[in-house]
């Protein structure tokens, strides 16, 4: 069976999906996009058709909430269609990064559609258990449900397929949000098949359960769409894969500060401080700095900004401070680190300046007593060196 759903999800993709294995091209991200809403929109009137008949024949609350859920779950392809359409449109003046967070934006639609429904659902589910009814039912209405769930599974484990390989936020919340239906469809069987058994009239509490399902999955699907909107920090992998991309380039020494822009699924712009001998030839660095920001939207797709930060490579002394200092740093904190380090040295006095990044959980105090401890070993090793800290936040999950 696991095998039978993998080959009709094949089939879709390589029947209505041109290129379909080009995943970085915008266009084939949104042929992806309308192949998913489709079967969606399909896939869900049928199911709401189903449950609706049922529902009205057995005069089961908890069978025309899942209905209405799968109904709002068909309004939610629909709007995706549009938002996958929209987020397709190019760059214009007004928008040089382009459209793609409409994306973002119709996923939140959804996720109040969503949520509306749940309320509804919750405020039907009360009024049942205040007035009791008896559920007529059969065995056939609950073979029906059942195959509803099998359909909903099948759904649900095509998009996050599709989610996956395209890496859409969208469409992994919309797996995210078919599986919960597999979860409340079940607690409608199992309402259905009590009342049948028993002839106990716990309808309205099994509904009441069901709305508590269905906020639930448009709560996540809200959160999981504000977080890009609102702006997230690079991920582990993000960031690997950036700054391995740009050390890889001879004379790059280093790098930090990546910052990263998300202007959809397929629509990034990122900064970095790369660090270079500040004995090199600047002119060659600036040649290689301009080969990979246009070899990173070529091959990462992003649009990549780097800041040139000249450090000491050769004197062996500054080298070795500062990785004492590091090395003092991450052994109070695995999780600090400092970059930017130079050494301005005197007589009677040796400043050693760099920037700390400290975790984003740290509170002034912590950050004050890091400081003050770095300063104070620093000192007892030498005097005369004074450090001029400038403390700041990665912006780099961890």
Known sequence: ????????????????????????????????????SIVGVICNIILFGIKIAIGLL????????????????????????AGVKLANRPADKEHPFGHGRYEYISALVVAFLVLQVGL????????KILH???????????GILAISIL???WLGRFNQKLGERINSNVMKATAADS????????ATVISVVIGHITKWKIDGYMGFVVSIFVLYAGFNIAKDTLEPLLGEAATPETYKKISGFVEGYEGILGTHDLIVHNYGPSHTMATIHAEISKDADIVEVHEVIDRIEHEAL?????????????????DERVIRLKKEINDLVQGIDKEASIHDFRMVNGENRINLIFDMVVPHSYSLEQQQSLEKRVRKEMSEKDKRYQCVITVEHSYVSR
């Open 1 to 36: 069976m696991k095998r039978g759903r993998k080959e009709m999800t094949e089939l879709l993709v390589k029947t209505f999906v041109k290129n379909y294995q080009n995943i970085e091209n915008q266009q084939v991200r949104t042929d992806y996009g309308i192949l998913s």
């Open 58 to 81: 057995i005069n089961s609350i908890s069978v025309m909430a899942d209905a209405f859920n799968n109904l709002s779950d068909a309004a939610s392809s629909i709007i995706s269609f």
């Open 120 to 127: 509804s659902c919750m405020k039907s589910a009360v009024d």
């Open 132 to 142: 009791p009814s008896l559920i007529q039912s059969s065995w056939i209405t609950i």
């Open 151 to 153: 359909l909903k599974v």
């Open 179 to 186: 599986f919960g239906d597999v979860l409340i469809t079940s």
């Open 298 to 314: 070529k091959k990462l797709d992003i649009f990549l900004v780097i800041h040139m930060d000249p450090i000491e490579a050769n």
